[in-house]
C-alpha cells in the first residue's frame, strides 16, 4: 500500500539528514507505529507521505503509483491527517471541523451531513449533543474524537496519525485507543502512526518500525520486535520487563474463556448458594448480576457475616470499576491497582458481565510467554 | 430581537438626536449677530459633509491597504519584512497626529486631499500591523492541520487564518477609526475642513455657542463610530 | 476613492519636485533651510520643549495621583467598575480638539485649559491598567496574605500595587505617549509647548518652523516611549525574581 524507498530529508541548513535512506513497506489495512526517541525522524518521515515536507532524495509509491508525481492538495486529500495538538478549528463548530475534507472537496451537503453524522458517532460523540458546539467547549478527550473523525469523514483508505493520543490522561488515553482498535478491526485502514511512547506502540500495531538518529532500525511485528530485538538500542527502547510488556499484546477477549471461573451468581440467589459459591472462589468475592445479565455488584466474605439480608441482592455492594473485553491485559492491570483490588469484572459493550480477569490470571500469561 | 434594534439603532439615534438638538437649539437661539452669521445650517451640513468625506475614504483606503498589506507581509516569503514593518509601524503610531499632518502640509501644501491622504496613512498602520499580528497569531499546528488534510492555501487563508485573525483585525480598525475620528478634527488647520472648522471659527470669534456646536458633533460622531464597532466586535467572537 | 488617488498622485509629483529642488544648487533644500532655522532659533526651541515636557510631566503626576486612586477603589467595588470605565472610554473617545474645545468655555484660553483636557485623557489608560493589573492578580497570593493575618490595608500597598505595577507602567506609557501628542494642539488653545511652533508656521508658511516644531513632537514622543518601555521592562523583571523568591 505504502512503500518507502530511500527516502531521504535534509533541512536546509543541517549537514546531517533529519531522514537517511529509509525503506520501509506497509501492506494494506496494517498499523505501521514509528517509534523512537524524539528528534529520531518518525514525524519527518510521516510528513513526508502526504508531502507536508518535500523529501530531498527516495521515492515515495502509494499503491505502487509515484506519490512525488502527484498533486499535493489532491494527495493530501485521500490521506486522513490526525496531529497530536489536534488542530481543530477554534472558529469552527465540531460539525464544520468534521465536514472540511468533504468541503474542499465539494460533497453535495446532505451526503457530507450524513457522514458527518455517522463519523461522529463512530467515534462515541453523539452528533446531537456535540455538532454545534465549539472545540474550546470540549474537554481533552472529546477533541481528540473529534480530531480523528474529522481525517474519516472522507473514508480516505490511509490514515496519518502523529501521537493522536498524547495530549490527554493516561486513562482517557486507554479507553481512546481501544475504541480506535474496535474502529480500525471494522474499517481495515492502512494506518502511519507516529508515537515515542513503546507501550502505546505494542498496543497499536500490526508492524513497528524503531527510528534512530533518521534511520530504521528494525521493523517487525510487535511480538517478534519483543522476543528478537536487532540491537541494543531496540532491547533498551523495549525495556528490561519485556515479559510484561507482552500485556499489552493480549486482548482480554482472548483469555477470558481459559480463566472461566464459573457462573456468577443470579440477584436472586438464597444464602445458602452465596455461601456455596464463596468457599469454592478464588478472590473471596463473588459476582452478582441481574436477569439481563447486567454487572449488579459483589458479595465479599465480609459482606456476609456484616449485613442483614435474604438473597444476593441484599447484601452486594458496588463495584468501583470494570473493563470491557477489548481492553489489554496491560490495561486490566492497572485498573486492578487503581481500584486496589486483586481482580476486576470483565463486561462487554452492551455493559453484560463477561467474567473476572484476578492478577493470578495476568502471572500466569506473563509466566507462560517468558 | 428588540434588545438587538435597541442596540443598533435606538441607542445611536438617541446620540444623534442629543448632537441634533443642541444644533438646532443653537441655530435659532444665535447669542448675537456673530453666532447667527457664523453657524447656519448650511454651514453646519457643509462642515458635517467634509467630516465624514474625509473619514470615509481614508478609512476606506487605509482598511483595503492595511488589511491587504497584512496579508501580504503575513506569507512565509514576506515574513521577515514583516517583522521589520512592525517595528516601523510602532514608531510611526507614536508620532503624534497633528505632526502628521503639519509634516505633509509642508510637503503637499493645503488642502482636503493633504489631509486624506495624511489621515490615509495615519490609519493604515493600526490596520496593518493588527492584521499582521492576528494572521502570525494563528497557531501552528492549526495551519498544519489545514495543510494535512489537503487545504489549497488561498482557502487557508480565507477559511482558516482570517477568520481566526477577524477579531484582532478589527480591533485594528477601532484603533484606526478613534485616531482617525480625532485626526480628522485637525485636518481644518491644513485646510482639510471638517468639524475642526467649527471649533476654530468659534475660538477665533470668542463665541463659546459655535465651539460647542462644532465640539458635540465631532464628539457624538466618535462616540458613536466607537460603540457601533465595539458592537461588532463583540458579536465575532462567539467561538473563543 | 478618487480623492484618494488624487492625493497618491500629488504626493509621487511633489516627491519628485522635492528632489528636483534639492538638485538645485542656488535654492537650498528645505532640509538645509530646517536646519539653519533650528541652529539661529536653539534657544527657542529649547525652552518650548521644556515648556512641553513641563507641561506633559505635571499632567501625568496629576493624572496618576487620579487614576491610580481611582483605579484601586473600582477594583474594590465591582459594581462600579464598567460605569467608570465605561466614562473613562468615552472621553478617550472624543476627539482632541473636541475636549479642548468643551474646556475653553470653562477654563479660557491658557495653561489651565490644557491640563484639565490631558488629564481627562490619560484616565481610561491608567485606570484601566490598576483596575486590571489588581483584578488579576493571582486570588491565591491574596489569600495567603489573608491567612498570615495582613490588613487589608497592608496588603494593597504591599502586595497588590506592588505586583500590579508593571501593568501600571503600561498604561503610564500609554498615556504619556497620548498626551505628548495631545499637548502639541493644546497649544492652539495657549498651553504653550512645540505645538506653537506647528501653528504659526502654519499660518505663517513657515515650513522649517512647522518642521521643526512635528518633528521635535515626534522625537519626545518616541524617547519617551522608548524610556518608558525600558521602565516597564525593569519592573516587570523586578516582580519576577521577587515572585522566583
Known amino acids: 500500500m505504502i512503500k518507502l524507498e530511500g527516502l531521504t530529508k535534509v533541512f536546509p541548513g543541517h549537514n546531517i539528514p533529519a531522514v537517511k535512506e529509509l525503506n520501509l513497506e506497509i501492506k494494506e489495512g496494517d498499523v505501521c507505529v514509528l517509534v523512537g526517541p524524539s528528534g529520531c525522524g518518525k514525524t519527518t518521515t510521516m510528513k513526508m507521505i502526504n508531502r507536508l515536507y518535500e523529501p530531498t532524495g527516495g521515492k515515495i509509491y502509494i499503491r505502487g503509483e509515484d506519490a512525488l508525481q502527484m498533486d499535493p492538495i489532491k494527495l493530501r486529500l485521500d490521506i486522513g491527517y490526525v496531529i497530536q495538538e489536534i488542530g481543530l478549528f477554534p472558529h469552527m463548530t465540531i460539525e464544520e471541523n468534521v465536514a472540511t475534507v468533504p468541503n474542499e472537496k465539494q460533497w453535495p451537503k446532505d451526503k457530507t451531513r450524513e457522514k458527518v453524522k455517522e463519523v461522529m458517532t463512530l467515534v462515541g460523540l453523539d452528533p446531537d449533543v456535540f455538532k454545534d458546539r465549539y472545540p474550546t467547549a470540549l474537554s481533552g478527550g472529546q477533541r481528540q474524537r473529534v480530531g480523528v473523525a474529522r481525517a474519516m469523514v472522507s473514508d480516505p483508505p490511509i490514515m496519518l496519525m502523529d501521537e493522536p493520543f498524547g495530549a490527554v490522561d493516561p486513562i482517557t488515553r486507554a479507553r481512546l485507543q481501544n475504541e480506535f482498535l474496535r474502529i480500525q478491526e471494522r474499517m481495515g485502514k492502512t494506518i502511519v502512526f507516529v508515537t515515542h511512547d513503546i507501550d502505546e506502540a505494542i498496543k497499536m500495531s500490526d508492524t513497528i518500525a524503531v527510528m534512530r538518529e533518521g534511520e530504521l532500525i528494525q521493523h517487525d511485528t510487535p511480538s517478534d520486535l519483543l522476543s528478537a530485538p536487532a540491537d541494543e538500542f531496540v532491547s533498551n527502547l523495549v525495556g528490561r520487563n519485556r515479559s510484561i510488556k507482552r500485556l499489552h499484546l493480549i486482548r482480554i477477549n482472548e483469555i477470558l474463556e481459559d480463566v472461566s471461573r464459573g457462573k456468577p451468581l443470579n440477584e436472586d440467589a438464597k444464602k445458602d448458594d452465596i455461601e456455596k459459591q464463596l468457599a469454592e472462589s478464588d478472590i473471596r468475592s463473588v459476582i452478582v448480576v441481574d436477569r439481563d445479565n447486567k454487572l449488579k455488584g459483589v458479595i465479599g466474605v465480609n459482606d456476609l457475616k456484616r449485613k442483614a439480608g435474604e438473597v444476593a441482592r441484599d447484601y452486594c455492594q458496588d463495584v468501583s470499576d470494570t473493563i470491557t473485553d477489548d481492553a489489554t491485559l496491560n490495561d486490566a492491570l492497572s485498573v486492578m491497582l487503581e481500584i486496589g483490588e486483586g481482580y476486576v469484572a470483565v463486561v462487554n459493550e452492551d455493559d453484560r458481565y463477561q467474567g473476572t480477569i484476578t492478577l493470578g490470571d495476568l502471572l500466569n500469561v506473563v509466566k507462560e510467554d517468558s | 430581537m428588540l434588545r438587538n434594534i435597541w442596540v443598533w439603532v435606538g441607542i445611536p439615534l438617541i446620540m444623534i438626536g442629543i448632537a441634533a438638538a443642541i444644533v438646532i437649539y443653537s441655530v435659532n437661539n444665535p447669542t448675537d449677530s456673530i453666532v447667527a452669521r457664523m453657524l447656519t445650517y448650511e454651514r453646519v451640513f457643509r462642515v458635517i459633509r467634509e467630516h465624514m468625506g474625509l473619514l470615509l475614504v481614508s478609512m476606506t483606503g487605509a482598511t483595503i491597504v492595511g488589511v491587504a498589506g497584512g496579508i501580504m507581509l503575513s506569507r512565509p516569503s514576506l515574513y521577515r519584512i514583516g517583522r521589520v514593518m512592525e517595528t516601523i509601524v510602532n514608531i510611526g503610531q507614536t508620532v503624534p497626529s497633528l505632526a502628521v499632518l503639519a509634516l505633509f502640509y509642508t510637503i503637499l501644501g493645503l488642502g482636503f486631499r493633504v489631509a486624506v491622504f495624511a489621515l490615509f496613512l495615519y490609519s493604515i498602520l493600526p490596520i496593518l500591523r493588527n492584521t499582521f499580528a492576528g494572521i502570525d497569531g494563528v497557531e501552528h499546528n492549526i495551519i498544519e492541520a489545514a495543510r494535512g488534510m489537503g487545504m489549497h492555501p488561498l482557502r487557508i487563508l480565507t477559511r482558516i487564518e482570517l477568520p481566526i485573525a477577524f477579531p484582532i483585525i478589527v480591533a485594528g480598525l477601532r484603533t484606526a477609526i478613534v485616531i482617525n475620528v480625532g485626526a480628522a478634527t485637525l485636518a481644518t488647520f491644513i485646510g482639510g475642513g471638517g468639524l475642526g472648522d467649527l471649533i476654530v471659527t468659534g475660538l477665533s470669534v470668542h463665541r463659546d455657542m459655535i465651539i460647542i456646536n462644532g465640539a458635540v458633533i465631532a464628539a457624538v460622531t466618535a462616540i458613536l463610530l466607537d460603540y457601533l464597532i465595539g458592537k461588532v466586535e463583540e458579536r465575532v467572537v462567539r467561538w473563543a | ?245
Not at chain 3, 476613492?1 to 516627491?15: E, I, K, N, P, Y
Not at chain 3, 494642539?185 to 505663517?204: N, P
Not at chain 3, 518616541?222 to 522566583?244: H, M, Q, S, W
Open chain 3, 1 to 245: 476613492m478618487d480623492q484618494l488617488l488624487w492625493a497618491v498622485f500629488d504626493t509621487l509629483r511633489a516627491a519628485g519636485n522635492g528632489m528636483m529642488l534639492s538638485a538645485q544648487s542656488d535654492d537650498p533644500g528645505l532640509f538645509m533651510q530646517t536646519v539653519n532655522w533650528i541652529s539661529r532659533r536653539s534657544e527657542m526651541l529649547m525652552e518650548l520643549m521644556l515648556e512641553h515636557l513641563w507641561l506633559v510631566v505635571l499632567t501625568l503626576i496629576i493624572a496618576v495621583i487620579i487614576s491610580v486612586t481611582v483605579g484601586i477603589i473600582i477594583s474594590y467595588y465591582e459594581s462600579m467598575a464598567q460605569t467608570v470605565l465605561g466614562i473613562c472610554q468615552i472621553l478617550m473617545v472624543i476627539p482632541s480638539m473636541a475636549m479642548l474645545a468643551f474646556m475653553v468655555p470653562l477654563f479660557g484660553i491658557g495653561f489651565t485649559t490644557g491640563v484639565m483636557a490631558l488629564v481627562l485623557y490619560s484616565l481610561l489608560p491608567i485606570v484601566r491598567n490598576t483596575y486590571t493589573g489588581i483584578r488579576e492578580l493571582d486570588p491565591a497570593i491574596v489569600e495567603a496574605a489573608k491567612g498570615m493575618g495582613m490588613t487589608e490595608r497592608r496588603i494593597l500597598f504591599k502586595i497588590k500595587i506592588p505586583l500590579a505595577r508593571p501593568v501600571i507602567m503600561a498604561g503610564v506609557r500609554t498615556a504619556a505617549v497620548m498626551m505628548i501628542g495631545i499637548a502639541a494642539i493644546a497649544a492652539y488653545v495657549g498651553a504653550g509647548g512645540l505645538g506653537e511652533l506647528i501653528f504659526s508656521g502654519i499660518s505663517r508658511g513657515h515650513q522649517p518652523m512647522i518642521i521643526a516644531g512635528a518633528i521635535g513632537v515626534s522625537i519626545i514622543a518616541i524617547v519617551f516611549d522608548y524610556l518608558l518601555y525600558y521602565g516597564e521592562k525593569r519592573f516587570a523583571v523586578e516582580g519576577r525574581t521577587r515572585e522566583g523568591n
